[in-house]
């Protein structure tokens, strides 16, 4: 190579038609502005990408750190129950040992374990306090029961059986009073009155009292027996004035107006059973809701609030009963029942008093006929014809008249007892009819059990943070 060549340096190669050479570099204005563009689209795409991997990490990083935290709250929690349970247990186990050592005499050393500290209510919480809890139970109990009971309607078979009850006290009183019919004519001598098919006197009553009420068979079998001896002539007349006087006994304790009177009040609901749980259970929600404002938990106080404001709805319902057109209908039937009872217990006293068996004194005395004994049953013009008889039986002398007087006492006691039957009747029908139109109310049972559910819910949201809740 020439020297020539060499300064000149090597020689570009000669361009050749159709040969693939790479573009010439666009370098226009144009270009230089797309070419910006893209690449600050690049850089705040990696900035953006950048941004969120920081982002993920930080997260991941808080998640990790309050998982952490959380694991040794847990595990401090533990010890801390591990160490109180400890504790606990070495109290208990000294205090055996100190009084092992009190019985037997010996001087007492002090103690070296301390009871352990209860934690505040505020840290433990409602549900985590033995008097919430029972709190809460008793008022979610019996606010709910009393809603229940408030709004249940009367049970047609509680119905049916206390019109077969007060129909059975009846008839099984109507068999006592032909035991008086039995006597009556056996001391005056008269024909004794008998069933047409030659069964004892009163059967037919006992077979259908017992029919309707069956727990008074016991009584009506031996009001039967008792007043086929009286009828018996081969019984001496001593004897038969005791069975008399044991057949009517039995009679009108056969059916009690009082097992009358508690079936109503079971098929009408009118005892105070509801009201009085109703007013326990919101005594009870109303101190734990004070509890509750005393630690601070706020979230329970506003559950507790609505709770004891449905408590307070259901006291009317439990108050009032299911019905309210029973209450007078029970209290004219109560007068209407104790009227026949008191007719039907007179009738026995007199004549105990006219055959001379009886137990008082008074009942010898001339103006024990004369006086009226029923001055507690209204309308006593029904009772007229039975205080003359009394009268009668009063101014009767010697024996056989008096018998014969008895005898006209116990038809004239009969016809006084019936005509005090319809108004028992009359008040029976009253209150059956209310306890028919009286149907469930389900406003006093949706009332108690959402009261219920609430106290429930108010006692478990108090977990007993720190902070309160």
Not at 185 to 197: T, V
Not at 323 to 340: F, I, K, P, W, Y
Not at 359 to 371: K, N, Q
């Amino acid at each position: 190579m020439s020297e020539d060549d060499t300064q000149r340096g090597p020689e570009r190669p000669m361009l050749i038609l159709g040969d693939d050479l790479p573009d010439v570099e666009d370098t226009t204005p144009e270009e230089l502005r797309r070419q910006q563009e893209e690449a600050r689209r690049e850089i705040e795409r990696q900035r953006r990408e950048l941004q969120e991997e920081i982002e993920r990490r930080r997260r991941e990083a808080e998640r990790e750190i309050a998982e952490m935290e959380a694991q040794k709250e847990r595990e401090l929690r533990e010890r801390e129950r591990d160490l109180e349970r400890t504790q606990k247990k070495l109290y208990r186990r000294e205090s055996r040992l100190l009084s092992t050592v009190r019985r037997k005499g010996r001087p007492v050393p002090e103690r070296l374990v301390q009871r352990p500290a209860r934690p505040p209510l505020r840290e433990r919480g409602l549900r985590r306090s033995g008097l919430g809890v029972c709190l809460g139970l008793v008022a979610a109990l019996g606010i709910g029961v009393a809603g229940t009971a408030a709004g249940t309607g009367s049970d047609p078979e509680t119905a049916a059986e206390l019109e077969a009850m007060d129909r059975a006290m009846v008839l099984h009183m109507r068999s006592g009073l032909t035991a008086d019919e039995v006597v009556a004519a056996r001391m005056a001598g008269q024909p004794l009155p008998s069933a047409e098919d030659g069964s004892v006197p009163g059967e037919a009553f006992v077979d259908e009292a017992v029919a309707l009420a069956p727990d008074s068979r016991r009584y009506g079998e031996r009001t039967l027996e008792r007043i086929e001896q009286v009828a018996d002539e081969q019984t001496g007349t001593v004897r038969a004035l005791t069975l008399w006087s044991q057949a009517r006994d039995e009679a009108g304790y056969a059916v009690g107006s009082w097992d009358v009177a508690d079936l109503r009040e079971e098929a009408a609901d009118e005892g105070a059973g509801p009201l009085v749980l109703g007013i326990v259970g919101l005594v009870a929600l109303l101190v734990l809701l004070a509890m509750a404002v005393a630690v601070k938990a706020w979230v329970a106080v506003p559950v507790l609030l609505v709770a004891t404001v449905l408590g307070v709805g259901v006291l009317p319902a439990a108050a009032t009963g299911v019905t309210n057109g029973v209450g007078q209908a029970a209290e004219d039937h109560d007068v209407a029942s104790e009227a026949l009872e008191d007719v039907y217990e007179q009738v026995g006293r007199d004549l105990e008093a006219a055959y001379g068996v009886s137990t008082s004194s008074y009942a010898g005395l001339p103006e024990y006929w004369v006086e009226d004994p029923f001055y507690d049953i209204p309308e006593p013009g029904t009772l007229q014809d039975y205080l003359r008889a009394r009268e009668a039986v009063g101014e009767a002398d010697g024996d056989e008249a008096t018998y014969a007087a008895a005898a006209d006492l116990a038809a004239t006691g009969r016809t006084a007892f019936e005509a005090r039957v319809p108004a028992v009747e009359e008040t029976r029908a009253r209150i059956l009819d209310g306890l028919a139109g009286s149907g469930d109310r389900a406003w006093p049972v949706l009332l108690g059990l959402g009261a219920a559910a609430l106290v429930v819910a108010g006692v478990a949201v108090s977990g007993g943070r720190r902070e309160g809740r």
